[in-house]
């Protein structure tokens, strides 16, 4: 069984410019969370989708924005790009009430020069 | 708001040595807490979770309420147990807030 996969893998944007990250979950799986792994940071939690909805974000700006397609993948889309936006952004998935078992990708390195 | 709290962003050990990596959390409600762990060019991956109170390789988690602690220990560290090990804390809105890591190295 495939697991969650995110694409592209590396991604290298200038200040301004707009990324977009996608992923897919696993089959079955409804539910999808994108989070921000910057340096010494730790896991920032940026966005939970399920069903089609936004179901909670995190405290990022609104220029984070993203979406989920009816076959549940996603896209995480960021404007306005920053430096400080550079960092590893990992999409996981669970069951729409599996909270306790997300599968994480192996996620997208986006650098903002 | 919740919070967690990993101290030690390094912790190095010698193999057979007992290991306890600290996690430390701040929540109002009746906590779920959860060991993640992300092994060399490998994915983060669940660990284990309080609420089973099972062990996972060699590893387990005790929720203290009263010192507001989930510490996952392990008896005797071994090479392979070298990894990123985070702590998370699930709260209402099917969030995950994680805890800054813990690098955790097993020397020979």
């Known amino acids: 069984e495939a697991g969650v996969t995110q694409s592209p893998t590396h991604l290298i944007k200038t200040r301004g410019q707009q990324a977009t990250l996608r992923c897919s979950p696993i089959s079955g799986h409804t539910s999808v969370y994108w989070y921000q792994q910057a340096l010494g940071l730790g896991l920032q939690f940026l966005l939970w989708?399920?069903?089609?909805?936004?179901?909670n974000r995190g405290n990022f700006p609104p220029r984070f924005s993203g979406r989920q397609f009816p076959n549940y993948s996603s896209e995480l889309n960021v404007n306005a790009l920053e430096l400080e936006d550079s960092a590893l952004y990992l999409c996981?998935?669970?069951?729409?009430?599996?909270?306790?078992?997300?599968?994480f990708g192996s996620g997208t390195q986006l650098s903002v020069l | 708001a919740q919070r967690v709290t990993q101290p030690e962003k390094l912790l190095s050990v010698f193999k057979g040595a007992p290991v306890e990596l600290k996690c430390n959390y701040s929540y109002s409600g009746s906590p779920e807490l959860f060991w993640y762990v992300q092994y060399s060019r490998q994915r983060l991956q669940l660990l284990l979770r309080?609420?089973s109170r099972e062990s996972i390789k060699g590893f387990t988690a005790d929720l203290n309420k009263g010192e507001t602690s989930f510490h996952l220990k392990k008896p005797f560290a071994q090479e392979e147990d070298s990894a990123m090990y985070y702590c998370a804390l699930y709260n209402a809105g099917n969030m995950l807030t994680f805890g800054g890591g813990t690098r955790l190295m097993v020397k020979p």
């Open positions: 989708y399920d069903e089609g909805e936004e179901r």
């Open positions: 996981a998935s669970s069951l729409s009430t599996g909270y306790e078992k997300l599968f």
């Open positions: 309080h609420i």
